[in-house]
C-alpha cells in the first residue's frame, strides 16, 4: 500500500513525523525546501513530487527514495545503505561521508560531490551522476566509486576545477580522455582499458534501466580512471624525511 501525503504548508518536523507514523510506503506530494526528508530512515519507499530541501536522506539506512524533480545540498549525507534517485539535477555536496547505498542523478551535481567518500567494511557506496560535476568532486575521497557521465553536452568538461584533491582511496571513472582536466599529483588518471569497462558495466546497470538509457551507448566513449597514488597524500607535510 501507497500512502499519499500533501506536504503542502507542512514544516519539516511535521512531514517528517507523518512519514514515520505511517505504515508502508509513501508518495509526497507538493513539496517546497522541507530539509531532513526520510533522516536515518530505514526500509521505506518514498517518491517525492516537489523539491526537497538539504540533507535528503541524511544517515539513510536502507529503502529507496525517489525525486522525480532536483534536490537541494546535502543529498544522502553519511547514508549508511539504500538508494537515492533524483531525475533532476543535485546541489553541493551530495554524498557527504557516504559510506555505504547508492545515489543515482539523471542531471548535473553542484560542487564538492562526494566529499569525504569512504568505504566502510563490506560497503562500497555508489555515486553515479549523469550530468556534469561541479569543482572539487571527490575531494578528500577515501573510498568508493564515483562515477560521471556527462552524456548532453560531452563536448564540454565533464567536471569542475580540483577534482581528486586530498584522495587517497576509492576510484573515480569519467566519460570523457579528460585532455582538458588538470588533475592533483597524487593521483593517477589513465584510459580505462576492458576490465575497467567490464567494472563500470555492473555499476551502470542499474542506473540505465532507472533512467531508459541504453547501457551500450552509454559505454561507447572514453572513459577516464583516477585512483589515488597515496593513502596519506599529506605525509609529507608532517613527517620529516
Known sequence: MINTINAEGLEHEALNAAIRNTEGDCLIEGCLGQR?????LTGKD?????IPGNALGAYLNGGTLTVMSNAQD???DTMNEGTIVIHGNIGDAAGYAMRGGKIYIRGNAGYRAGIHMKAYKDKVPLMVIGGKAGSFLGEYQAGGVIIVLNLKTPEKKCVGFFPCTGMHGGKMFLRSACQDVVFPEQVTARPADED???ELRDYLKEYCELFSLDEEAVLASDFTVVTPD????????YVAN
Request: proline share 4%; hydrophobic share 40%.
Open 196 to 198: 575497467d569497462l567490464k
Open 74 to 76: 546535502a543529498v544522502g
Open 46 to 50: 518514498i517518491t517525492i513530487h516537489g
Open 230 to 237: 597515496s593513502k596519506n597524500p599529506y605525509r609529507q607535510m
Open 36 to 40: 531532513f526528508i526520510a533522516a536515518g
